[in-house]
């Protein structure tokens, strides 16, 4: 199995930043995504960021310029860097992998943006 441990979470004022990071380990062959989705209040979960093997990536129309994703192969670690934060990017953030056609989930970290 593939354990996923995420941090950075927090409680954060508008126009703030914050970093969140979400370690693979366990059984770890071949990694071919990794991302964040993100649930508020009484919404669906949505995809925030992604990033291929490759090194692609792809952002949610309402976080691009703002957000930045970015992976440590050697560490099986992704990361997304969150600035210029807004209320609405407040809810639950879950780290994502894909492996072998298999997705794993992290347990979600709280994000809460004050106005």
């Known amino acids: 199995q593939v354990q996923l441990v995420e941090s950075g979470g927090g409680l954060v004022q508008a126009g703030g930043s914050l970093r969140l990071s979400c370690a693979a380990s366990?059984?770890?062959?071949?990694?071919?995504?990794m991302g964040w989705y993100r649930q508020a209040p009484g919404k669906q979960r949505e995809l925030v960021a992604a990033?291929?093997?490759?090194?692609?990536?792809n952002y949610a129309d309402s976080v691009k310029g703002r957000f930045t994703i970015s992976r440590d192969h050697a560490k099986n670690t992704v990361y997304l860097q969150m600035s210029s934060l807004k209320p609405e990017d407040t809810g639950v953030y879950y780290c994502?992998?894909?492996?072998?056609?298999?997705?794993?989930w992290g347990q979600g970290t709280q994000v809460t943006v004050s106005s």
């Open positions: 990033i291929t093997s490759g090194g692609g990536t």
């Open positions: 994502n992998v894909q492996q072998r056609g298999l997705h794993y």
């Open positions: 366990g059984s770890i062959f071949s990694i071919n995504y």
